[in-house]
């Protein structure tokens, strides 16, 4: 069999042709599904004149903020290898708790503090089930998704939970700073601070040295049992802030609204695993990911499709990205 260093010896004039080959099939392999969102964003312009007018572009933004955050929760989780599949519960149970507590009379920072608590509690459970007791994390946390629809259901007795909130509560989720949404903020303060502890920090080389290799980070001095737990800590804690956010923009808490985090959240990140470093979850991979989720469904809104259109939509697109990386790079999720 000829070796391409064979070929490259006998033939001196085909190493640049191959070596350019391997340089686009690189970019192809970082860079093919931004295009495909470049290109989305082209064909939504096309098909509607009204996607690219200011406020549609913000509405965009609004739209995937909450996703954004669950899924860089989810990033987190990924980064280490485990899986949360109770997040889109975990939405739920916070955008209940701060609601509840506000109209039961307690202060907005108490309630706000009693969600988030709820996250971190939701956290520790699960890394209790994983990392201490040994439970794979895709049956611990569908087990904790399937314990918090209950207890969503029970505190708000099946219903929603409208009016009585303060404005003041209100404004974190309708707001605006500078003409920008105020969860659209959240969402970008997000970002920027997990794109910076995951790539930028001895604490994000060590979360990713757990995921890729557990043995080899814990011969060097790295505590994976830790690392994991803290993986699944923050998915679970970024859920229930985006729960409270949700709460205060739909200005009601809904035992079942977030459950479609889940899917697309993990949506989000899968697409995220094809650009950048394929294979590899990381914060502006998912954001990107996301972006291309949102700008599918405003696009599909715009052109008066239905709701289910868009399901399938978001299904073709996703199994099409991860089949291109995994045709050319090692795609492992866990």
């Known amino acids: 069999m000829t070796t391409i260093s064979e070929t490259t010896s006998t033939n001196p004039a085909a190493a640049p042709v191959a070596r350019r080959k391997t340089d686009l099939r690189l970019v192809a392999q970082k860079y093919g599904t931004l295009l495909v969102l470049f290109l989305v964003i082209a064909a939504c312009g096309a098909i509607s004149d009204r996607f690219f007018t200011v406020s549609n572009l913000l509405n965009i933004l609004q739209q995937i903020s909450m996703l954004t955050i669950v899924a860089v929760g989810l990033t987190y989780g990924f980064a280490a290898k485990e899986m949360d599949l109770s997040v889109g519960y975990t939405v739920g ?56 629809f209950g207890v969503n259901f029970i505190l708000s007795g099946g219903r929603a939970i409208y009016g009585g909130l303060p404005a003041s509560y209100l404004s974190i989720g309708q707001g605006r700073l500078f003409g920008i949404p105020s969860t659209a903020v959240a969402m970008l303060l997000v970002v920027g601070i997990s794109w910076f502890l995951l790539e930028r920090t001895v604490f994000g080389r060590r979360l990713y040295a757990v995921g890729g290799n557990a043995r080899a980070a814990e011969l060097s001095g790295i505590n994976g049992r830790s690392f994991r737990a803290i993986g699944l800590a923050f998915s679970a804690l970024f859920a229930a802030g985006a729960g409270i956010l949700l709460s205060a923009r739909l200005g009601s808490g809904q035992p079942n609204a977030g459950e479609t985090y889940l899917l697309d959240g993990l949506a989000a990140v899968f697409i995220g695993m094809t650009m950048l470093r394929p294979g590899t979850a990381t914060v502006l991979g998912t954001f990107f990911g996301a972006l291309l989720i949102g700008v599918m469904n ?36 866990l």
Do not use: E, F, H, W
């Open 93 to 148: 149970l916070a955008g209940l708790a701060a609601p509840l507590l506000l109209i039961a009379g307690y202060s907005l920072p108490v309630a706000l503090a009693a969600a988030l608590a709820c996250g971190i509690v939701v956290g520790a459970v699960n890394s209790l089930l994983v990392v201490s007791i040994g439970v794979p994390s895709l049956i611990a946390t569908l087990a904790t998704g399937s314990i918090l």
């Open 298 to 333: 405003n696009g599909l809104n715009l052109a008066g499709m239905d709701t289910y259109v868009q399901s399938i939509v978001k299904g073709i697109v996703i199994v099409i990205a991860v089949s291109i990386v995994s045709r050319t790079t090692s795609l492992k999720l």
